[in-house]
């Protein structure tokens, strides 16, 4: 089965301060996605990287960065922490292709006060 | 407008009720997934369609290409299938595996 794994499942933090959320998945997906999710609005894609190293930005990467150092692991980080970013933070990986189905983790509820 | 726009936003049931949900999308794609997220956030991957039928246990998911919309339809519903259902395309015009996201159903089956 193909895992993917959030480094957190609630976060708590404060205004300005810089955040790492971590995904690690384990079957070797190129493909890696970070979305917010948030009530009446959807899931959104806020950056996707399809390779180590590599990355693009979705449609909200307005107060987010990533990185991709190794294949397993995607991180987003949020380098000034703002309340409008509290949110339910979702990461996908999928292995390129027709099928493309994406695989979600258990998601981060964040916190920002 | 949303490219992709499913209703009811949200849908209460009895148990052994018949469900649909309708998903209508406004570009051309190269497939269609519909996804269940049940509460406490985990999202799984239920049907991925690019034309046809696909029926998996008591779920049916349908496509009409040239209408650009897409059922999903639950026999016999058990409250057990409460969560919240997402239909996604995969855009012909956007680069990659992207996904673009309807804003999901909230379904409850009450016992």
């Known amino acids: 089965d193909v895992k993917v794994t959030q480094s957190s499942r609630y976060l708590v933090k404060r205004t300005g301060e810089k955040v790492f959320l971590e995904c690690v998945q384990d079957?070797?997906?190129?493909?890696m996605f970070w979305y917010r999710q948030d009530p009446g609005l959807g899931l959104r894609l806020i950056y996707f990287?399809?390779?180590?190293?590599?990355?693009e930005k979705g449609d909200i990467p307005e107060g987010y960065s990533v990185s991709r150092e190794k294949k397993e692991r995607f991180s987003l980080i949020l380098e000034s922490a703002s309340t409008n970013q509290t949110s339910m933070y979702l990461c996908?990986?999928?292995?390129?292709?027709?099928?493309?189905?994406?695989?979600f983790g258990p998601g981060t509820r964040l916190t920002v006060l | 407008k949303n490219e992709v726009e499913q209703s009811p936003q949200n849908l209460t049931a009895q148990e052994g009720e018949f469900i649909t949900i309708n998903c209508s999308y406004s570009v051309g794609i190269s497939a269609l997934h519909w996804l269940q997220q049940h509460p406490g956030g985990g999202i799984v991957s239920l049907f991925m369609l690019s034309s046809g039928k696909k029926k998996h246990g008591r779920l049916i998911a349908t496509i009409n290409i040239q209408e650009k919309h897409s059922s999903l339809h639950i026999t016999a519903s058990h409250p057990r299938d409460s969560a919240v259902y997402i239909c996604a395309v995969r855009s012909e015009e956007t680069s990659g595996s992207r996904l673009t996201f309807g804003e999901g159903t909230q379904l409850t089956v009450n016992p």
């Open positions: 996908a990986s999928s292995k390129p292709g027709h099928v493309d189905t994406q695989y």
């Open positions: 990287s399809y390779d180590v190293k590599m990355k």
């Open positions: 079957m070797d997906h190129e493909n």
